[in-house]
């Protein structure tokens, strides 16, 4: 059982979490402030740790770089505001491996732990799902509903990298790092080519659009 640390100064919020994520089969341990959470991590190293941007007294920046001094390693998901893009980027650039953005969505927090745990090594489960699509890693086949979604190789990675981090969005220079590899000399005009052919058969019902354009920035994927 894979154990997770949240960090957090709203009980509400900590409550949440710790039902959510307990009944998702983790183990979880709560932290009011960055100085509790510090003495617990000081005890038994967790998993991973989610930890809230804005906190009274040690706020989640100074908690990170005391986390990245002594577990240089440890796997950290950020709480940030919507209006926080400036936080995001710092908790980024400081090392934490990803965030979400508050009000959180438990199956959006679920599926960025899961991807962040998996790029550790560590056992998770092998299924995403996103609404009614699901995606089996192992058995490498996609399901919509009932149906049967047939990928290619590259199709099925670039959807994977949507299945891990819902409500993200990612630009074409990073999708093509990500699906093609960093030293690809794949055009980004390859990236729109491929996101159309996932469109088309994941939409071949006529089914709600799940992989949304934002213009000039990128793609998402989310309900609406």
Known sequence: MQRILTIDDDPSLRSFLRRGLTYEGFQVQVAASGDEGLKLIRQQAPNL???DVMMPGMDGFQVLRELRGSHPKLPVIMLTAKDEEGSQVQGLNEGA???VVKPISLDVLLARIRAVLRRQ????????KFQDLTMDLQSFSVKRVDRTVPLTNLEFKLLQEFMEQPERVMSKSYLLSRVWGNHSTADLNLVEVYIKQLRQKLEANGEQRLIHTIRHVGYVMRTV
């Open 121 to 128: 090594g560590l056992q998770v489960s092998q299924v995403l």
């Open 97 to 99: 491996d990803d965030y």
């Open 49 to 51: 740790v989610i930890l």
